[in-house]
């Protein structure tokens, strides 16, 4: 079943961001601790991480050039200023209107109170119905445009798309392209293909690397093929000079 994925929250305070409260009287010589850790694992599997970031990797290239965008993978998200309880870690998160560079921990009031507007989940077999129903509660409530959940197991993707104050469920996700990153999405095969607005894929580091010495093995063909050319070239007006011809004299 597709919708039984949230990670459970654990109030684990080892790598914490401080953050100091001046506006609370009773508060202010204490420190509000963000952690930077949930104390769960990023990924249940090889499988299970391999597409967190593969989805991950996908949107960092797609918005490379783009130093207002921050995309980020397993990062604790704190919507809520002053509530470090309140808080998630999407498998994957794009937030326009934020600068690139690392963070500890996406603490939204720190950000120009700018929420993530794209969210993608990746299921695992521990995942479980309350769970993700409880997720799907939080980024509702805390200004998610869209969401994405991709159960590799089953080969099935749904997503949600905001309307007023409510994610609203998208019917033929098939035929759907992102309005906020402009990617589109194929589950009629065996897995997930998720395509650039260019029509390029998203690719795992095996592909890229494999297409990588794919381009450099063509490279050197063209190369070797070239110089072949010039030596054959050179070989054909030593010819012709010797019968007494000058081959620059020839018409092209």
Known sequence: ML???T????????????????????????????PSSDGQPMAENTEHYQWIVTIVGGLEALFRKDNNVFVAGDLLW???EGKPTIRRAPDAMVVFGRPKGA??????????SIAPQVV??????GNRILEMATKFDFYQAYGVDEYYVYDHINNDLAGWTRRGDRLEFIADIQSWQSPKLGIKFD?????????????SKFL???????QVESERDRADTERIAKEKALVDLSKLAE??????????????
């Open 7 to 34: 990670k459970n929250i654990a109030n684990g305070d080892d790598m914490s961001i401080a953050v100091s409260n001046p506006e609370n009287k009773s508060a202010s010589k204490l420190e509000i601790e963000y």
């Open 187 to 199: 589950i009629s095969g065996d897995r997930l293909v998720i395509y650039n607005p260019d029509g």
């Open 239 to 252: 010819k012709l000079r010797s019968i007494g011809i000058d081959p620059d004299q020839l018409e092209a």
């Open 204 to 210: 795992t580091y095996l592909e890229l690397a494999e």
């Open 78 to 80: 704190y919507p809520v």
């Open 3 to 5: 919708l039984n994925y």
């Open 103 to 112: 963070r500890g921990a996406y603490i939204q009031h720190q950000e120009e």
């Open 120 to 125: 993608f989940e990746v299921l695992s077999k």
